[in-house]
């Protein structure tokens, strides 16, 4: 099996192991304890020598389990571990490797809830400098002695600023520090983090890998790239056993099992189903996008795309040597004369709602929503225009979609 595509390798993934009664599917174990015949085995599973049981659903049940390993073949990892959301997955990472008077060097382009919560660590005494990330030279000027982690996204949502990923990626293994890629928008379908070094990769589960819009869930995936025997911030209860695992050692046991942000058995069936279609949904929500994006670049009523599949696309190169489509998410500026508002109103098939990665498409009005809360100052920093439009493209026959773009357009 290892030589597999990535598809058959996904829909294959539950097989590795027997499942009762021929199912192919993994069933959805709704146990919170797991119980044992002989106390010795549940002892061992709370020291760590039985392998692979399970105590308590907050730490994994054996379906999350399934997820992890269909996540970490996905990513080509060495491991991972599932959160309740994304968000779950990135506090973790920033709550269990970092402690106060570290710093972090990150992308003053991220999803904003990710901006707010780099807001937060400062409360916790952990200094961040934001740069921006498309130019490694501003990601090396902010490395200081106490520099311990960089936290970037592929392609940046909503503005599509692309990290310079391979460049960064060196520069942290030169420094030895953790780096840390957010692969939402790209998904490990369209690109994987491990190619240019990264330590850990994100995926926000919820968007277009359980792509329906019906489970929240968040992964991070140790590629194996990353040294933790040189990481001061790993507790002397996880360098035990095998040094590559004490990264992941650290954030099941400090980051799940302590904070307890856990994917539910149920939301994991669903995003392990989502995920087998994944490479299908994205070809096509990125064949898509690219042919809206050159409509809407072509048309006189929008005065920009951001779309990396577009030539005129700062990072369109890095986009074109790494990802192997522009994605499904694409944003845009309608003319400063024109009414934006009316405009949303006459389109008849996205829906005007957040989100991203669905089967549906989805529209938003980034400024006024879910970038509101930060300000107009903080909106210019991230390269958000006010009259910026998101939009999710979902799986509409594209046809369909041009048209009635240029009926709202019209
Ligand atoms: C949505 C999103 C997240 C957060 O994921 P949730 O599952 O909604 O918590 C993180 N990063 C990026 C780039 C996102 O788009």
């Known amino acids: 099996m290892k030589d597999t595509g990535f598809t058959t390798t996904i829909v294959h993934a539950d097989l590795q192991s027997p499942i009762e009664h021929g199912a192919i599917h993994k069933p959805i174990h709704t146990s919170v304890q797991y119980g044992f015949e002989r106390v010795e085995d549940l002892v061992g599973v709370f020291q760590g020598t039985v392998k692979g049981g399970f105590n308590y659903a907050r730490q994994g049940t054996p379906t999350t389990a399934a997820l992890e390993a269909k996540i970490t073949r996905m990513e080509d990892g060495l491991g991972s571990i599932c959160f309740a959301t994304g968000m779950g997955a990135i506090t973790a990472i920033f709550l269990t490797l970092l402690r106060a008077g570290d710093h972090v060097v990150a992308s003053r382009y991220v999803f904003g809830n990710t901006n707010s919560l780099l807001a937060t660590l400062k409360n916790f005494g952990v200094e961040v400098t934001l740069v921006d990330a498309t130019a490694v030279a501003h990601v090396a000027a902010a490395v200081q002695p106490n520099t311990r982690l960089v936290f970037v996204e592929t392609i940046a949502n909503p503005a599509t600023q692309i990290a310079d990923l391979p460049a960064i990626g060196a520069l942290c293994q030169a420094h030895g520090l953790v780096y840390v890629v957010d692969n939402t928008v790209t998904s490990p379908w369209l690109f994987r983090p491990k190619t240019v070094g990264a330590s850990l990769v994100i995926n926000s589960l919820t968007k277009t890998i359980a792509g329906h819009g019906t489970a929240l869930g968040g992964a991070v995936t140790d590629t194996g790239c990353f040294d933790w025997q040189n990481y001061p911030n790993i507790f002397a209860a996880y360098r035990q056993g095998d040094a590559r695992q004490w990264g992941l050692q650290q954030l099941r046991k400090k980051g799940l099992r302590d904070m307890g942000a856990s994917l539910s058995s ?13 490479a299908l949904r994205a070809n096509q929500t990125s064949a898509t996008a690219l042919a809206l994006a050159q409509y809407l670049e072509a048309h006189p009523a929008i005065s920009r795309v951001y779309y990396p599949g577009l030539a005129s696309h700062p990072q369109h190169a890095l986009a074109r040597a790494h990802f192997k489509a522009g994605s499904w998410l694409l944003s845009f500026e309608l003319r400063a004369d024109l009414d934006c508002f009316a405009f949303i109103n006459r389109l008849q098939l996205p829906i005007k709602a957040t989100g991203l990665g669905d089967t549906r498409s989805l529209i938003i009005p980034v400024a006024p929503t879910i970038f509101w809360e ?30 009635d773009f240029a009926q709202a357009l019209g």
Do not use: N, W
Not at 266 to 278: D, F, N, P, R
Not at 383 to 392: V, W
């Open 374 to 403: 930060a300000g107009p100052a903080a909106r210019a920093a991230m390269g958000i225009a006010e009259g910026m439009i998101r939009f999710s493209v979902g799986l509409e026959d594209t046809a369909d979609l041009l048209a």
């Open 266 to 278: 149920e939301h994991a069936h669903q995003i392990s189903v989502g995920a087998e279609t994944l």
